[in-house]
């Protein structure tokens, strides 16, 4: 069974700092790999998707990498601003379930 | 602009009663899905569609059923057999079920039973 990790499962940081979130998923046999960002009782917004040939996807201030043979994702954020506040979700389409596994989820807090 | 509609934003259900929610999309996407957010257990998936008039069971779809008519629209109805439907719930959909472009995501019901 698929299973998603994501650690810290919160963190609060000092606004200006750099980021990393962190997501680990057991089975290595995945389409893709979504990141997904939530305000507190909203929907959510997709922030970056990594495709299994690919390593890496950037957009803006936001750096996703993927590494299949370890199993491990991982978000980095740069410059944080208080903006940046909310739960970020990792999440895994397995190949042989097609369907979309979500980890926990990290709070972020960035601090002014 | 292109998205997804759920409604209503907030639904009470009492005891025994049965509610639908509503997910409607104009992104001409082909999968949809339901999924059920509660604290610490991030999301379920409750029931998916990839085509109209089609659909299979997620993970917990005991007390739900769902309807695929319209390509555009997939609502979820929760029945009285569901003893704990108090949750948040996200409609979701893809281009297809392995979807290069990912998931998109409505802003979501949150239904209290009272």
């Known amino acids: 069974k698929q299973e998603v990790t994501q650690i810290p499962a919160a963190l609060s940081v000092p606004e200006g700092e750099n980021l990393v979130l962190n997501c680990s998923f057991t089975d290595s046999a995945i389409y893709n790999l979504q990141w997904f960002r939530q305000d507190p009782g909203k929907g959510l917004t997709s922030l970056l998707l990594?495709?299994?040939?690919?390593r890496e996807q950037t957009s803006g201030r936001l750096n996703a990498s993927l590494d299949k043979s370890s199993g491990r994702s991982t978000l980095y954020i740069a410059a944080s601003q208080p903006g940046d506040s909310a739960t970020y979700l990792c999440?895994?389409?397995?190949?042989?379930?097609?369907?979309?596994?979500f980890g926990q989820g990290t709070r972020l807090t960035i601090n002014p | 602009d292109g998205g997804i509609t759920q409604s209503p934003k907030y639904l009470f259900r009492k005891e025994g009663q049965n509610v639908t929610l509503s997910c409607e999309q104009n992104?001409?996407?082909?999968?949809m899905y339901w999924y059920r957010q509660d604290p610490g257990q991030g999301l379920r998936l409750i029931y998916y569609s990839q085509i109209v008039n089609d659909f299979q069971k997620g993970d917990i779809a005991e007390g739900y059923s769902v309807s695929r008519e319209k390509k555009e629209s997939f609502p979820l109805t929760v029945t009285s057999a569901q003893k704990n439907p108090t949750a948040f719930y996200l409609c979701?959909?893809?281009?297809?079920?392995?979807?290069?472009?990912?998931?998109?995501f409505g802003s979501g019901t949150r239904l209290t039973v009272v």
């Open positions: 992104l001409n996407h082909d999968a």
């Open positions: 999440a895994v389409f397995l190949q042989g379930a097609q369907k979309l596994v």
């Open positions: 979701a959909s893809s281009i297809d079920r392995a979807g290069p472009l990912g998931y998109t």
């Open positions: 990594i495709q299994s040939s690919q």
